[in-house]
C-alpha cells in the first residue's frame, strides 16, 4: 500500500473516532435531557458505552467507502450527496447507540423507577426519533469540519509528491 493510501486510511479511522465521540456526547446529552431529569452518573455511563460502541461500530462499517460511493452518484459537493451520506450514516449508527443508551440506562435505575416506566420499546422509539433528528443534523456539520480538519492536517488536501524514475 502506497504512502497516500496510508493516510487516507488513517484519515478515516480518525474521521471515524472524532465523529463517534462528537455524536456519543451529543446523543447522550440530548437522551439525558429528554428524559426529563438530567443525572451525571447516567450521562458519563451512556456516553462511554456509547463512545466505546460506535468506535466499534466505525472499525467495522466502512462509512468512508461509503460515503465516497454516494457522493460519487451524486458529485462531490452535492447537497443531495450530503444529505443521502448523513442519513446512511445516521441510519447505521443511532438505531444501535439509541438502544444501548435506553437499556443501560433500564439496567442502571432502580427496580421500583423501571416499573414505572414504559415498556423497552416504547422507550426506545421515544428517544430514536429525536436522535435521528439531532444525529442527521450533527453529521451534516461535523462531517465537513472533522474532515477538512483531518484531510489538512495529513497533507491529503495538497497533491500528492511525483516520485522520480529512480524511486
Do not use: W
Not at 140 to 166: S, Y
Amino acid at each position: 500500500m502506497d504512502e497516500r493510501k496510508k493516510l487516507i486510511k488513517k484519515a478515516g479511522l480518525q474521521i471515524g473516532v472524532y465523529m463517534g465521540i462528537s455524536m456519543s456526547f451529543c446523543l447522550s446529552l440530548l437522551e439525558n435531557i429528554l428524559s426529563g431529569h438530567f443525572e451525571l452518573t447516567l450521562f458519563l455511563a451512556t456516553f462511554a458505552m456509547s463512545t466505546t460502541l460506535s468506535l466499534i461500530i466505525g472499525l467495522i462499517v466502512p462509512m468512508g467507502l461509503i460515503s465516497s460511493t454516494v457522493m460519487g452518484k451524486f458529485g462531490e459537493r452535492s447537497l443531495a450527496g450530503r444529505c443521502l451520506s448523513a442519513f446512511i450514516s445516521d441510519l447505521i449508527y443511532t438505531p444501535a447507540l439509541t438502544f444501548a443508551m435506553v437499556a443501560l440506562v433500564r439496567l442502571m435505575l432502580p427496580r421500583e423507577a423501571v416499573d414505572n416506566l414504559p415498556p423497552l420499546p416504547v422507550m426506545f422509539i421515544g428517544a430514536f426519533i429525536p436522535a435521528m433528528v439531532v444525529g442527521f443534523i450533527l453529521v451534516m456539520i461535523l462531517m465537513p469540519v472533522f474532515q477538512k480538519r483531518v484531510i489538512g492536517k495529513l497533507g491529503l488536501d495538497r497533491p500528492p509528491v511525483p516520485r522520480g524514475k529512480g524511486e
